[in-house]
């Protein structure tokens, strides 16, 4: 796992067990493993688990930088079930 100042204080992250694997301002890359804790009731993979990565991974590039960014609003689209 790549150090980080911001990443490394979020502990929500660590408890999901994300991993921060690359970061600039530009884009940030991050991964989570997947278990049986990250299934919903059908047994697809939990939205919240795919919102909170998506989430950690654009706080961990907006505030790559020197400034402290944070974000207003946010959305995803599910175009289809993740496979996986």
């Known amino acids: 796992m790549r150090e980080s100042k911001q990443f490394d204080r979020d502990r929500f992250a660590e408890w999901l067990g994300i991993e921060l694997l690359e970061q600039s301002f530009d884009q940030a890359i991050c991964r989570v493993s997947i278990?049986?804790?990250?299934?919903?009731?059908?047994?697809?993979?939990?939205?919240?688990?795919?919102?909170?990565?998506?989430?950690?991974?654009?706080?961990?590039a907006c505030n790559a930088g020197q400034g402290t960014y944070i974000g207003l609003q946010a959305e995803i689209r599910y175009m289809s079930a993740p496979k996986g």
């Open 35 to 60: 278990g049986e804790n990250s299934r919903n009731a059908l047994g697809g993979i939990h939205g919240g688990l795919i919102f909170s990565l998506a989430d950690v991974a654009f706080a961990c």
